[in-house]
């Protein structure tokens, strides 16, 4: 299982601020995101490039959010983190398939596409389908909001069953829930992140530690929900492919011996990939924002 398949919390951090990435690196987050787009200014984006670059083999955690297509910084950021150990690129403001599928023929890295257009989301499904390499593709609500003009952010709800229908019906994990800005409010986030993963979503970008507790609480099966789900799969094997009534009294078809799977395939994935998923996140990225 990939990283979006499993990966509950994605931390931005600017990758010129190098004692902000040694600190998120040393943290609890699931994925750290080196951000060479909307938090570097242009004067630093040599530097952040450079900077990536260099952290690139020293953790499987690391991907890097490169700039868009259109800026006069993408062909470099391309060419500085081909071949590199990076865990793959998120790649901003997403519309062109036939430019989406050459950065992976040029990277060979795994691509996290962001949706922040109208455009990006009409060809959702065409984006998804690319390549071989796309992991997934996920919205930048606060452009997509602002190309839609959307005043209420709680009214994308129709644009974000499509891209997680997009990834489905691609075969790819579900996507990765955008960035809740007010740092103040996490209660607001727990609440949120738990409504967006009832509607498909597994994972949230964060923009500070903080933010990291209420994410990870949301996307973390609880132990009993992980013990059904290992009971009803054991029951299985008795039963065939046909439907029947466990002990319990549900009623339990394929479909729900596949949620079941789900939730036994993702505490597994946490319990190698993230130990702390037993206990709260401990925010030892620093009290900086990234």
Do not use: C
Not at 188 to 195: F, P, Q, R
């Amino acid at each position: 299982m990939s990283a979006l398949g499993w990966a509950r919390s994605w931390l931005y951090v600017p990758a010129h601020r190098e004692d902000l990435v040694a600190k998120a690196l040393g943290g609890v987050a699931d994925a750290v995101v080196l951000d060479l787009e909307d938090a570097v200014p242009p004067a630093e984006k040599e530097r952040a490039r450079e900077a990536a670059a260099a952290w690139a083999a020293r953790s499987g955690r690391i991907w890097v959010r490169i700039n868009g297509a259109r800026t006069p910084w993408a062909d470099d950021d391309a060419a500085a983190l081909a071949g590199t150990g990076i865990a793959g690129l998120r790649v901003p403001k997403a519309e062109d398939p036939a430019a989406v599928a050459g950065l992976a023929e040029r990277t060979g890295l795994p691509l996290h596409l962001l949706v922040e257009s109208a455009l990006g989301l009409r060809r959702a499904f065409d984006l998804a389908e690319s390549h071989p390499l796309v992991a997934g593709i996920s919205p930048g609500e606060t452009d997509l909001a602002a190309d839609l003009r959307v005043r209420d952010r709680t009214e994308l709800g129709w644009a974000r069953a499509r891209i997680v229908t997009a990834n489905r019906a691609a075969g790819l994990p579900s996507p990765v829930a955008s960035v809740w800005t007010d740092l103040s409010d996490t209660a607001g986030l727990a609440a949120d992140s738990a409504a967006l993963r009832d509607a498909g979503f597994f994972g949230r970008s964060v923009i500070h530690p903080r933010q990291l507790d209420p994410v990870h609480e949301a996307f973390t099966p609880d132990p009993g929900e992980v013990e059904r789900a290992r009971t009803l799969l054991a029951s299985v094997d008795t039963a065939g492919d046909a439907a029947w009534v466990d002990a319990a009294g549900r009623f339990v078809d394929p479909a729900v011996v596949a949620g079941a799977r789900w939730i036994v395939e993702l505490a597994d994935a946490l319990d190698r990939h993230a130990p702390d998923h037993h206990e709260p996140a401990r925010a030892t990225a620093g009290k900086e924002n990234p």
